[in-house]
């Protein structure tokens, strides 16, 4: 067995796709790179995924399919999955190397073991490259390091330290085996990758290496503020699949997970609420009342507790004022904590 599948899904990749191939194949022998070509139609990506098949036959495969969107895309990869452990990696982005060189000594020391590590997290960082600065975002403080740990032993996670699909690198059987499931044709569906599998994750292992590198500043980027407007939709289907597939508390069986999740929501409800008031026509704000009806009408609790919280309270402001109060601060909080 492998000790890790790393995924690529590519669309029209082909300007920065093997950067992102060659810090995988750093890594070693013992991996197994699945590129995954979503339908490219605009560049040679197809062709440079089977060339690096050619190239490195033990290491990668290519999988061509028709184009069904991101999740589709990692759907495809985790089918095709052979590695203990399995990791999404954008092909904008790219791995540390030096950082890996950890991660991965704790991959392999996993061989044999009876129960591997559900879930391994390490740092990532936010690279602007068009504003040459960085952002790293640690957990240092929130889980213990460098052993392995129960949630009942993770600490507060701020607004900005998350668990996003950077961080985090599953068991492979275990996303398998609860037979997780990406909403085709759609964007934002990593939200759901690092939410709905948690309460199957009984043991956790943190490093503390800026392992992740997460490039922000192509154009037509998914998480600009313009494309997000673009796809506001998207949002709010992930935000409806998050609050069905997990029911808060009753559905996760530790209680420190379950307010960890229960910010998360939090989070994506704020999201859908800010970009919608950022559109500021009736439309937008019918949407608006919809998305929190949905989740009063699934769990009356659970919506009281999540519309009370601090983002919340504040990007439904009523009125002009508020819409643009809660504007402002959105964009405040943007600079400050540079999440896109």
Not at 90 to 96: I, K, N, P
Not at 104 to 113: D, I, V, W
Not at 118 to 127: H, K, P, S, T
Not at 137 to 153: D, N, T
């Amino acid at each position: 067995m492998k000790t890790i599948s790393f995924v690529v899904p590519c669309y029209n990749s082909a300007s920065y796709m093997d950067v992102c191939i060659e810090s995988l194949l750093a890594c070693g022998d013992d991996i197994e790179i699945i590129i995954v070509d979503d339908g490219s139609t605009k560049d040679n990506t197809a062709a440079r995924a089977d060339a690096w098949q050619v190239r490195h036959p033990q290491v990668v495969r290519a999988i061509h399919k028709e184009n069904g969107g991101h999740g589709s895309a990692v759907n495809t990869g985790l089918a095709a999955a052979e590695g203990r452990y399995f990791k999404v990696v954008d092909s904008d982005d790219w791995l540390d190397t030096p950082a890996m060189e950890s991660v991965m000594a704790y991959l392999r020391h996993q061989e044999g073991r009876p129960r591997p590590t559900d879930l391994v997290i390490a740092n990532y960082v936010y690279e602007k490259i068009h504003e040459n600065a960085q952002t790293t975002i640690r957990y240092r403080g929130v889980l213990p390091v460098g052993r392995e740990f129960g949630w009942g032993e993770i600490g507060r996670f701020g607004q900005s330290k998350n668990l996003l699909m950077h961080s985090v690198i599953y068991r492979t059987a275990l996303l398998k085996e609860m037979a997780l499931t990406l909403p085709e044709h759609c964007f934002y569906v990593d939200n759901i990758f690092v939410y709905v599998p948690l309460p199957q994750v009984e043991t956790l292992y943190y490093l503390d290496v800026d392992m992740y590198r997460y490039f922000i500043g192509r154009e037509g980027q998914s998480v600009t503020e313009g494309v997000m407007m673009s796809r506001i939709d998207q949002q709010l289907h992930v935000t409806r699949t998050m609050i069905d597939a997990v029911r808060l508390p009753d559905d996760v069986p530790d209680e420190r997970l379950a307010v960890y999740m229960e910010g998360y929501l939090a989070m994506m409800m704020g999201i859908c609420s800010i970009f919608l008031r950022m559109h500021g026509d009736e439309e937008s704000e019918r949407k608006r009342w919809e998305i929190w009806d949905y989740l009063e009408a699934r769990d009356p609790a659970l919506y009281k507790r999540v519309r009370s919280r601090a983002i919340n309270r504040l990007a439904n402001l009523p009125g002009g004022a508020g819409r643009l109060l809660a504007l402002v601060c959105y964009r405040l909080a943007r600079m400050v904590f540079k999440f896109n």
